[in-house]
């Protein structure tokens, strides 16, 4: 626009077609009759799933300086970025694994015995007698998650080739994939869960819909000494906090315990990390050639070309939620059970050890039948420290 202004524009369309199986080996779950639509079968499409095609993502980027002498450099971004749908290889995340391609039948035997003898082989297994299924199912209508990303920089040239910049980076996850399980029984209570659930017919369900949002905002510092003298090094350091509403699809636990009521998912991220401090440099030693401070030719062989570098990063710890054993709740329920909490159970830094690392008395089973108060990933983990150093000789 100007020589102290420059703007990117731009404008991105994706579409991502749904999955599709060749030979039709997939079913999804019809809500509406209770039943398992089989790709390609009475009128079901192929991918039993509807695409989303108004993934249209603007795209705004300034970089400009303030100033004739061009020090300082005010930079900042917004766009928006769309992902597909997910083929996750881990059971049961596919809709390949429900009837009548897939299902896991339990073999009881009296304790005395055996149901089932290695010489019998394996049992042929007849979809129609499956007890209880569990049920994979995909929002038949996809809506494309998406993220909302932005940043504000400031860039100020220093004195001894370093540059300074400090920023502002955030974002916004929309229409993220979650995971709940709506045949958990409804209303916490006693007796068998089984005919408790909206579809007593079927087991578990891992229902995969795009309900899930997420935000992130950090303050970011860097520092950056350009080679000069035989040094570089580069020094960033973030505050930061992430949140989410349900928990990641790729961790140990990620169904929301209460599938009928997300809001008490809400929380840490499971990857929010508060403070990161990361160094990392290399230094050339002042010896051979040009660069050598001793007129000696044994000190230029042994020590010319020599560098030390090294990786330095300090982080505070990730969160993690206080889990039970068992299911107070009576539900049924896939997730990780939360306590009661009675008060804030991350212990003072001087009272922390290995053995005792967050307030035990702090939480408490729900009484009754019902699900705890505790809120996701309330405890915070150990700092983290990693140094890594290295020395290296190159010949030219």
């Given at each position: 626009m100007t020589p102290r202004l420059t703007l990117n524009l731009g404008l991105r369309y994706d579409y991502f077609s749904p999955t599709v199986e060749a030979n039709h080996r997939q079913s999804n779950f019809d809500y509406a009759t209770?039943?398992?639509?089989?790709?390609?079968?009475?009128?079901?499409?192929?991918?039993?799933?509807?695409?989303?095609?108004?993934?249209?993502?603007?795209?705004?980027?300034?970089?400009?300086?303030?100033?004739?002498?061009?020090?300082?450099?005010?930079?900042?971004?917004?766009?928006?970025?769309?992902?597909?749908?997910?083929?996750?290889?881990?059971?049961p995340l596919q809709l390949a694994y429900n009837l009548p391609f897939f299902y896991e039948p339990?073999?009881?035997?009296?304790?005395?015995?055996?149901?089932?003898?290695?010489?019998?082989?394996?049992?042929?297994?007849?979809?129609?007698?499956?007890?209880?299924?569990?049920?994979?199912?995909?929002?038949?209508?996809?809506?494309?998650?998406?993220?909302?990303?932005?940043?504000?920089?400031?860039?100020?040239?220093?004195?001894?080739?370093i540059s300074l910049e400090v920023a502002y980076a955030g974002s916004k996850g929309t229409h993220l994939q979650g995971v709940t399980d709506p045949n958990q029984v409804p209303v916490p209570g006693p007796g068998d869960i089984q005919p408790r659930r909206p579809f007593p017919t079927f087991g578990s369900f891992t229902a995969i819909s795009n309900i899930a949002s997420s935000n992130y905002n950090s303050l970011q510092v860097k520092a950056e000494k350009h080679a000069s003298h035989g040094l570089y090094f580069l020094s960033s350091f973030t505050y930061s906090k992430a949140i989410n509403d349900l928990p990641e699809i790729c961790c140990a636990a990620p169904f929301a315990q209460d599938s009928y009521n997300l809001a008490a998912e809400r929380g840490r991220a499971d990857?929010?990390?508060?403070?990161?401090?990361?160094?990392?440099?290399?230094?050339?030693?002042?010896?051979?050639?040009?660069?050598?401070?001793?007129?000696?030719?044994?000190?230029?062989?042994?020590?010319?070309?020599?560098?030390?570098?090294?990786?330095?990063?300090?982080?505070?710890?990730?969160?993690?939620?206080?889990?039970?054993?068992?299911?107070?709740?009576?539900?049924?329920?896939?997730?990780?059970?939360?306590?009661?909490?009675?008060?804030?159970?991350?212990?003072?830094s001087g009272q922390r050890s290995p053995d005792h690392w967050f307030d035990v008395d702090a939480f408490n089973a729900p009484p009754g039948f019902a699900f705890g108060n505790a809120g996701r990933n309330v405890l915070t983990g150990p700092d983290r420290m990693c140094s890594i150093g290295r020395s290296g000789n190159s010949l030219a």
């Open positions: 209770g039943t398992l639509l089989v790709a390609g079968q009475n009128g079901a499409s192929d991918s039993l799933v509807t695409g989303d095609k108004a993934n249209f993502s603007p795209r705004l980027g300034f970089a400009w300086t303030p100033t004739a002498s061009g020090n300082t450099v005010i930079r900042g971004a917004y766009g928006i970025f769309f992902g597909g749908q997910e083929i996750r290889t881990a059971a339990a073999f009881t035997s009296d304790g005395v015995t055996p149901v089932i003898t290695v010489s019998q082989g394996f049992p042929t297994l007849d979809p129609s007698q499956a007890v209880d299924p569990g049920v994979t199912s995909v929002d038949s209508r996809l809506q494309t998650p998406y993220y909302q990303s932005w940043n504000l920089a400031v860039q100020r040239s220093l004195p001894g080739e990857f929010d990390q508060k403070l990161r401090w990361v160094l990392s440099f290399d230094y050339e030693l002042p010896f051979g050639g040009s660069r050598s401070h001793l007129n000696n030719r044994a000190v230029d062989l042994a020590f010319g070309g020599w560098h030390l570098g090294g990786i330095y990063t300090l982080a505070s710890g990730f969160p993690f939620s206080p889990y039970l054993g068992f299911d107070p709740s009576n539900t049924g329920t896939q997730a990780a059970v939360r306590p009661d909490q009675l008060r804030d159970g991350n212990l003072p």
